[in-house]
T-cell receptor, first 114, second 113 residues
C-alpha cells in the first residue's frame, strides 16, 4: 500500500539552529500538508501546498517557516531559527483529490529543541 | 473562535463492548474527518464525511449537519482499537483544499482484554 514517508523520525537540535524535515508524499498526490502537534496538545494545521506554491497557511506558519518541493518527490519543511516552543511532532500528509480524497499521513518527525 | 469538542476525553472499555465517541463543532463545515492516532504517534484517516453515515468494518461514522454533531462507533471492540480518535473539521468559509482542518483534542480509548 502506498505510504507517506518522513525523515528523520526524531531530531534533536539546539535553539537557533536551522532544521529541515523531509517528506515523500504518495507519488500521484497533488496536495501536500504539514501539521504540528505539541506534546499533549491537539494537532494544528501549518500549511498546504499545491502546484508548487503555498495555497493556505495558518497563523503559526510565520517567517521562520518555509516549505518547498525541490525535486518533484520530496516535500520539505524548514524552520530557520528554532525556538524551544518549536518542539513538537510534525506530520506531513498528502491527498490526491482535494474534494473527495482520503488524507494520508506520515508517521511524523519528532523535533526536540534544547 | 472555531472549536471542535470531543467527548469523552478518555474512555476505557472491555473487549467486545460497543463504543461511541462524540464530536461537536460550532461552525458550518464542508467536511468532517475521523482520524486514529496510534500509541506511537502515527495518524491514519478513518473517514471523511459531509453527510449521512459511513461504515468500514467494525467502524461506523455518522454526521448530523443541522445539529453540528458527529459520532464514531466501534462495534465489538478489541484491544487493538486502543488509540486516540481525533475529529477534525473543514469550515465552510475556508477556501482551498481539504487539509486545512481544525482538530479536536482527541478521545483516548483503552480497550481491556
Amino acid at each position: 500500500e502506498p505510504e507517506v514517508t518522513q525523515t528523520p523520525s526524531h531530531q534533536v537540535t539546539q535553539m537557533g539552529q536551522e532544521v529541515i524535515l523531509r517528506c515523500v508524499p504518495i507519488s500521484n498526490h497533488l496536495y501536500f500538508y504539514w501539521y504540528r502537534q505539541i506534546l499533549g496538545q491537539k494537532v494544528e494545521f501549518l500549511v498546504s501546498f499545491y502546484n508548487n506554491e503555498i495555497s493556505e497557511k495558518s497563523e503559526i506558519f510565520d517567517d521562520q517557516f518555509s516549505v518547498e518541493r525541490p525535486d518533484g518527490s520530496n516535500f520539505t519543511l524548514k524552520i530557520r531559527s528554532t525556538k524551544l516552543e518549536d518542539s513538537a511532532m510534525y506530520f506531513c500528509a498528502s491527498i490526491w483529490d482535494s474534494n473527495t480524497g482520503e488524507l494520508f499521513f506520515g508517521e511524523g518527525s519528532r523535533l526536540t529543541v534544547l | 473562535k472555531n472549536e471542535v469538542e470531543q467527548s469523552p476525553q478518555n474512555l476505557t472499555a472491555q473487549e467486545g463492548e460497543f463504543i461511541t465517541i462524540n464530536c461537536s463543532y460550532s461552525v458550518g463545515i464542508s467536511a468532517l474527518h475521523w482520524l486514529q492516532q496510534h500509541p506511537g504517534g502515527g495518524i491514519v484517516s478513518l473517514f471523511m464525511l459531509s453527510s449521512g453515515k459511513k461504515k468500514h468494518g467494525r467502524l461506523i461514522a455518522t454526521i448530523n449537519i443541522q445539529e453540528k454533531h458527529s459520532s464514531l462507533h466501534i462495534t465489538a471492540s478489541h484491544p487493538r482499537d486502543s488509540a486516540v480518535y481525533i475529529c477534525a473539521v473543514r469550515p465552510l468559509n475556508y477556501g482551498g483544499s481539504q487539509g486545512n482542518l481544525i482538530f479536536g483534542k482527541g478521545t483516548k480509548l483503552s480497550v481491556k482484554p
